[in-house]
């Protein structure tokens, strides 16, 4: 017998080329809302927002489009963060008591986020202001003795720059002059004070106390100290309230000013309650928060010759969310967010991306989104409106679906930057929950208590969209599949549910159909353990228009769906549990097939994920079994392990694969099915193709049926006498079974045509939406298991090619997606791969169906579970007019990006294509007059060619950085040659308006307070 050897390739110029021509690893944007804000800001004259978060990031957010990003050099809090209004600046404070400047430099068409090392930041001669100095100005009755306690608020006079007002805890406020350096009037209160805001003349200002009150007081000429208020207001007493934390006057040309503050809820009553009240004459709100109130801010005038503030919005930064309330349309209705839309509004239990989405089925789920937004919704600009998106329109559309634990469905707009939200279906009014005994779901509008509530006082509002908790665990959303052409929706839940759905653009009332699947119908002594079903309603229930229900299929057992596919074009879906996968057909009602593929020894698949009691007594026995077992075959395993040993330094493997480790047969969970598929290939024999249906398990099972659709197929419907479809049914039987030797579980199948392409999605062949499949050469199929890939040849199933990607340390395959790459440098050039993501965090590219690897990336912490577990693929066709071939694929495109969670509220894009990016490209003018020329920059992220707009740069920043979108490292400084700066280098004109520039704002000292 002969042996051959692999023989380790040596490395081929022209390919190499080739592949940094196809690929490139590239870390675009981030989608969601920043985990854990710690502060915020906002620039009105560029209308810029900031937040900070507790991992030392600063996220800068203007219009929809623009946005970006910066990174301290230590992960450290963020707690306060100042614009310098205009100039394109901000200073943050940490919580190690260090503060950075951070600056937009834009020089000739190069706008880059910088980091400044600032040498001038420093405290001023003469300008320090001890207590000392204050308490000696104090009454003898005032002082007694006892301290001002910290400062609290300092807030500079609105007309007057020279003068700040100093408030301290214990209820004093100062109005002190920087240039005479003098107290000019003392305000002595005599509560704890909070916060401190000016009246927009300088006239009078606010401040808010510990106690749940505000006090109005007025800045007078004549007295230097002022005793009483000219107001002192407890807005919710005379009970005890708790602190308002903040407090915001803003006047109007109506006369009566709005008033904003955070807190201040009576502590027995409402104590627990997250609110902001917003107060104008009669009319009082309270906001109803359901995550705690960091920071607020108002959108107004603040140009000098207005008179009045004209507050436009308020915007509430809260710790999970972000709301904006439009103060100019009656009733303070809450706005849209095109962007930092809570994505874990409920918990995220999976997600599916939908590219080239057809523009019909498009404007039919925006509609429905709108239909959705009650009468708490304004539809005005959004008021953050800074910068300039350059980012051309997308010329395809991209959706997002997410599933939550509440049993929703939420469709994302991800063209682009940012991530808007346009559509959420809800699956609960299906059933009966643990909250909802009723038959009939109610509406709020007709219910009397909702109304007594609305009455009460404080007049609470709830407001905002994240909701953590979930009616019943059961509604939660395991896996997402939608047919794109077809406007069909298959969901299925933590219950056994599988739901199909239809698009409607009518408002519904129906009785929703149910058919029950019985996976362990021909099994005995199986019992389950787990939760109960999920109660469908006896009555017709109101579906509004959107997705809405058509047949709800229960699998019994009722466990957690663990795979799901859908085929439109033969009206079948299949679906597959722990216990076993079916197939049912959604046009005739009919359940096709139910297959259990439990092991005698999985006794965990009877328990449910839900399940909370576990048999002891049964552990404990299995625990003995495998003691017992293993000292009694213990000896046969020593000799059993020479041998393998010995043969193993006889085997030759190939240098990048590893041998596999057999597993067990009676392993735990061996029965659940891991993925299902159908394909139109060739299963009985070599001549006739028709639909099939492939399901893999846990163990390493491949279960492939020969289906015979009436209307689909080789005339085998023809056989029968002429039956009409109707009167047929669907029929599967068994073609192929497979065990693979190593019994690794089953990550995906594919079937690939002739050609070794993967076969088109349904409707696409038939409505000339891509290029048919080749019917005439022998197919196969891509087996990828958690060890290995395999292709194996049909219909016989004979091993054809495979690579082991096992490593000793542990390398499982978790994620693959077949897709096509187009080269950078030909338009005409283009390659089919597998791309697979392992545990480890790293991608692998290979081609098919040779299986040979191309290209490897470590993408994500291997430490990041939760990353890994979520990661999307993405597979984003272009379609150009020379490649009609892929110009509306899903399956197969060009472009590959795949999201993954970084955070429970964030999600991450990758790119894997060298040809195309989503990244933000915006532009932002603003003043630098103001710079030093002792500053030493540090250009962050630069190129070759400088772009005409601002872009975040994308940097090859540490993979357990909390951060990637444009992530830079702060206070590291570089020196600048000639030829670093030469192509930003102003002209002579350019550096004449710049010095007049310079000398104009000579007089005016810009300088900012923190307190």
């Not at 000016?198 to 401040?207: D, I, K, Q, T």
């Not at 080239?356 to 600009?381: D, F």
Request: proline letters at 7%.
């Amino acid at each position: 017998m002969m042996k051959f050897r692999f023989r380790r390739q040596g490395t081929d110029p022209q390919r190499e080329k080739i592949k940094q021509e196809l690929f490139a690893f590239n870390k675009t944007v981030e989608h969601g809302f920043p985990h854990q804000p710690s502060a915020l800001a906002f620039d009105p004259k560029l209308q810029l927002m900031a937040i900070g978060t507790k991992s030392g990031a600063i996220k800068i957010y203007g219009a929809p489009g623009v946005e970006f990003t910066g990174l301290h050099n230590d992960t450290t809090a963020v707690t306060q963060i100042h614009f310098l209004p205009g100039q394109g600046r901000l200073l943050s404070l940490l919580d190690d008591n260090t503060i950075h400047l951070w600056e937009i430099l834009s020089i000739i068409n190069f706008p880059n986020f910088l980091s400044l090392s600032v040498p001038s930041l420093s405290l001023k001669d003469n300008q320090t202001l001890l207590q000392d100095q204050i308490t000696h100005s104090l009454p003898d009755d005032y002082r007694c003795g006892k301290s001002l306690g910290p400062v609290e608020a300092l807030q500079e006079h609105p007309q007057q720059s020279g003068k700040i007002l100093i408030g301290y805890s214990r209820g004093l406020v100062v109005l002190w002059d920087l240039s005479i350096r003098h107290a000019e009037q003392l305000f002595l209160g005599k509560q704890q004070l909070e916060s401190l805001v000016w009246e927009r003349s300088g006239n009078l200002f606010v401040c808010s106390h510990n106690d749940g009150g505000y006090s109005v007081w007025a800045v007078t000429s004549g007295s230097t100290c002022n005793h009483q208020p000219v107001s002192s207001t407890i807005p919710y007493g005379p009970f005890p309230c708790k602190a308002i934390s903040k407090i915001l006057w803003r006047t109007t040309q109506a006369g009566s000013p709005v008033l904003l503050y955070s807190g201040g809820m009576p502590r027995a009553s409402y104590g627990d309650r997250h609110c902001l009240t917003i107060q104008q004459d009669k009319d009082h709100v309270t906001l109803d928060f359901t995550s705690r109130v960091i920071d607020f801010f108002t959108v107004h005038s603040v140009e000098q010759e207005r008179e009045f503030d004209e507050p436009s919005a308020v915007v509430v930064l809260l710790e999970e969310e972000l709301v904006v309330i439009d103060l100019q349309t009656p009733g303070w209705p809450s706005m849209p967010t095109p962007y930092l839309a809570p994505l874990h509004s409920s918990a995220i239990t999976c997600s599916c991306h939908i590219s080239s989405v057809p523009p019909k089925l498009w404007e039919r789920l925006v509609n429905a989104g709108k239909a959705q937004q009650s009468r708490q919704h304004t539809h005005r600009s959004w008021p953050i409106c800074g910068g300039k998106n350059l980012a051309p329109p997308p010329k395809q559309q991209e959706l997002l679906l997410t599933g939550h634990e509440d049993g929703t469905v939420r469709f994302w707009d991800a063209s682009g930057v940012a991530l808007t939200p346009l559509y959420k279906l809800s699956t609960a009014n299906v059933f009966h929950t643990d909250c909802d005994p009723s038959d009939d779901p109610q509406d709020p509008s007709n219910d009397p208590d909702m109304q007594q509530e609305e009455e009460e006082w404080p007049p609470f509002r709830k407001v905002g969209c994240f909701d953590p908790y979930s009616d019943d665990p059961r509604l939660g959303i395991q896996k997402i599949s939608l047919c794109k052409y077809s406007n069909k929706l298959v969901v299925a839940g933590t219950a056994g549910q599988v739901i199909v759905l239809g698009l409607s653009d009518e408002r519904s009332d129906h009785l929703v159909d149910v058919s029950v699947v019985d996976l362990l119908y021909d099994r005995e002594g199986f019992t389950w353990k787990g939760h109960d079903r999920l109660e469908p309603r006896s009555k017709p229930a109101p579906f509004p228009p959107g997705f809405q229900p058509l047949v709800v299929v229960q699998c019994l057992p009722p466990a957690s769906v663990t795979a799901v596919a859908l085929h439109a074009e033969w009206n079948l879906i299949a679906f597959g549990t722990s216990h076993g996968f079916g197939l049912f057909d959604y046009h005739r009602r009919n359940a096709v097939l139910a297959r259990c593929t439990l092991h005698p020894n999985d006794s965990l698949a009877m328990e449910g994920p839900l399940s909370r009691v576990k048999s002891l007594k049964k552990s404990l026995r299995q625990s003995f079994r495998r003691i017992r077992k293993s000292r009694v075959s213990g000896k046969k395993h020593c000799v059993s392990e020479k041998a393998n040993a010995a043969l193993a330094e006889q085997e030759e493997v190939a240098p990048v694969q590893r041998r596999i480790e057999p597993r067990s047969a009676d392993d735990s969970l061996s029965g659940v099915v891991r993925c299902v598929c159908f394909a139109d290939t060739f299963l009985r024999d070599g001549t006739h193709h028709g639909p099939t249906l492939w399901a893999g398990t846990n163990s390493g099972s491949v279960y492939a049926y020969a289906l015979e659709v009436p209307g689909v197929g080789s005339g085998r419907v023809c056989e029968r006498g002429g039956a009409s479809e109707s009167s047929v049914c669907v029929e599967a039987v068994l073609g192929k079974e497979i065990q693979l030797m190593h019994r690794a579980p089953v990550v995906s199948i594919c079937v690939l045509d002739g050609r070794g392409k993967p076969l088109p999605d349904p409707y696409e062949a038939s409505q000339d939406l891509a290029i048919a499949p080749d019917m005439t050469n022998a197919h196969s199929v891509l087996i990828a298991s958690e060890e290995q890939l395999k292709v194996f040849s049909l219909p016989k199933v004979s091993a054809k090619t495979k690579f082991k990607l096992t490593a000793h340390e542990g390398c499982r395959v978790r994620k693959v997606a077949m897709v096509v790459f187009s080269s950078t440098a030909q338009e005409d050039y283009s390659e089919h791969t597998l791309v697979c993501l392992t545990n480890l965090g790293d991608m692998h590219l290979f081609s098919i169906p040779a299986l040979r690897p191309q290209v490897r990336y470590d993408c994500i912490r291997k430490e990041d579970i939760s990353g890994i577990a979520s990661c999307v693929f993405t597979r984003n066709g272009q379609g150009e007019k020379n490649m009609l071939e892929f110009k509306v694929k899903e399956v197969i495109s060009r472009h590959l990006k795949r999201f993954y969670l970084i955070s429970p509220s964030e999600y991450e894009r990758f790119s894997l294509s060298a040809k195309v990016l989503t990244e933000p490209l915006f532009t932002l003018c603003h003043s630098l007059s103001d710079v030093d020329e002792s500053l030493d920059l540090s250009l962050a992220g630069q190129t070759e060619e400088p772009p005409s707009c601002l872009s975040s740069p994308i940097l090859d920043t540490p993979l357990d950085s909390p951060l990637s979108c444009a992530d830079l490292t702060l206070d590291s400084t570089a020196e600048l040659t000639v030829e670093d700066v030469r192509d930003f280098l102003t002209s002579v004109d350019e550096a004449e308006n710049n010095l007049k520039n310079i000398k104009e704002e000579e007089g005016r000292s810009t300088g900012i307070l923190i307190n």
